[in-house]
């Protein structure tokens, strides 16, 4: 755990990961960086877990976990992704009651830290964009405030408050596996071609793509 000097608290965390989106974090500015032992498919709040395909996720050794935000599915495959959980306290400068646009400085702040590494990235400040897939899986409908590259999703946000505290869990993709996310959707399900432009990854490695979020944090 380190402290920067604008006042974040910088965390690292590895592990389980539905103990992980189940705990309470403190009300205070901070960022924790998770990763996972085990492949494992993260289901939106509203998603029943009979979404996902079973059978596929055993055959993968993949836990299906729900965590307490909205949206659709997320396959999080070790080494293959940077997750980001940032938490704002209830006052913070950072707060803003407008749920969807209190996103956007956080998605600033990513597509400014992946453009110093060479990857440009847009922040999309307009409403939700949502397809035939999105309700199922997150990487296919795009939010406020998230970033996107061409056409592909760079770094996908969701949030959930209470009235202490906003806990952004933010993500970018340093492989995408179209693939993988189509065989673990319920039926009907995408074929992996309707996927595979949903996201775009981010080639660099990932403590370098830790270190630029870091830096570009505001004070």
């Not at 029943?48 to 729900?66: K, N």
């Not at 409908?141 to 056409?151: A, F, K, P, Q, R």
């Given at each position: 755990?380190?402290?920067m000097p604008h006042g974040w608290t910088i965390r690292h965390s590895h592990g389980d990961a539905a103990a992980f989106h189940a705990s309470t974090p403190v009300a205070?500015?901070?960022?924790?960086?998770?990763?996972?032992?085990?492949?494992?498919?993260?289901?939106?709040s509203?998603?029943?877990?009979?979404?996902?395909?079973?059978?596929?996720?055993?055959?993968?050794?993949?836990?299906?976990?729900?965590?307490?935000?909205?949206g659709g599915a997320v396959l999080l495959l070790p080494g293959e992704f940077v997750w980001a959980?940032?938490?704002?306290?209830?006052?913070?400068?950072?707060?803003?009651?407008?749920?969807?646009?209190?996103?956007?400085?956080?998605?600033?702040?990513?597509?400014?830290?992946?453009?110093?590494?060479?990857?440009?990235?847009?922040?999309?400040e307009g409403s939700m964009e949502s397809n035939s897939w999105s309700k199922q899986v997150c990487w296919a409908?795009?939010?406020?405030?998230?970033?996107?590259?061409?056409?592909g999703k760079l770094v996908g946000i969701s949030?959930?408050?209470?009235?202490?505290?906003a806990r952004f869990q933010t993500m970018c993709h340093l492989r995408w596996r179209p693939e993988l996310v189509a065989a673990l959707v319920a039926t009907p399900r995408p074929v992996a071609a309707e996927l595979a432009a949903s996201a775009a990854c981010v080639a660099a490695?990932?403590?370098?793509?830790?270190?630029a979020l870091v830096a570009h944090l505001p004070a």
């Open positions: 755990m380190g402290l205070e500015r901070s960022i924790t960086f998770h990763t996972v032992e085990r492949p494992t498919l993260v289901l939106g509203a998603q029943s877990p009979v979404e996902a395909a079973s059978r596929v996720a055993a055959a993968l050794g993949a836990d299906v976990v729900r965590r307490r935000s909205g959980d940032v938490v704002v306290p209830a006052g913070d400068d950072l707060w803003l009651d407008d749920v969807a646009r209190s996103m956007l400085w956080l998605g600033r702040a990513w597509a400014t830290a992946l453009a110093e590494l060479g990857v440009e990235g847009r922040v999309h409908g795009i939010g406020t405030g998230e970033v996107i590259s061409g056409t949030q959930r408050r209470s009235r202490d505290l490695p990932a403590d370098q793509v830790m270190a």
